[in-house]
């Protein structure tokens, strides 16, 4: 399975975006699928996660009430709404699969090339 991220664009300050996930086979309800953004010169920064079955939701501090992931198990698909967006959240945002719930990235696999969101002030 590959998972390949896409929709993102160049916004103000306040707009909203929203990205998708698309695996590229079925995911399994055990799956986790998390998305997580890095910033140039910096790491990569977990930012939400959802359990495929449960749905189950998990956010970073730093984008909790902003933004909001969902799943589309038909269409193997995750989402990553992002509202209110700052200029600190800027990055290439990608999403990846692990078997479990973890906030760590190099627990996740399956990267596909990720999607540049860049907010200007």
């Known amino acids: 399975v590959q998972l390949q991220a896409c929709g993102g664009g160049l916004v103000q300050a306040g707009d909203s975006l929203r990205l998708s996930c698309a695996a590229s086979?079925?995911?399994?309800?055990?799956?986790?699928v998390g998305w997580f953004r890095q910033a140039p010169g910096k790491g990569r920064e977990f930012v939400a996660a959802i359990r495929w079955g449960r749905r189950s939701t998990y956010y970073a501090d730093s984008v909790k009430g902003r933004f909001t992931i969902s799943r589309d198990g038909a269409m193997n698909t995750a989402y990553l709404q992002m509202d209110n967006l700052k200029p600190e959240d800027t990055a290439v945002y990608y999403c990846?699969?692990?078997?479990?719930?973890?906030?760590?990235?190099?627990?996740?696999?399956?990267w596909g090339q990720g999607t540049l969101v860049t907010v200007s002030s």
């Open positions: 990846g699969r692990a078997i479990e719930l973890t906030y760590a990235p190099a627990q996740y696999k399956d």
């Open positions: 086979g079925r995911l399994l309800s055990s799956s986790v």
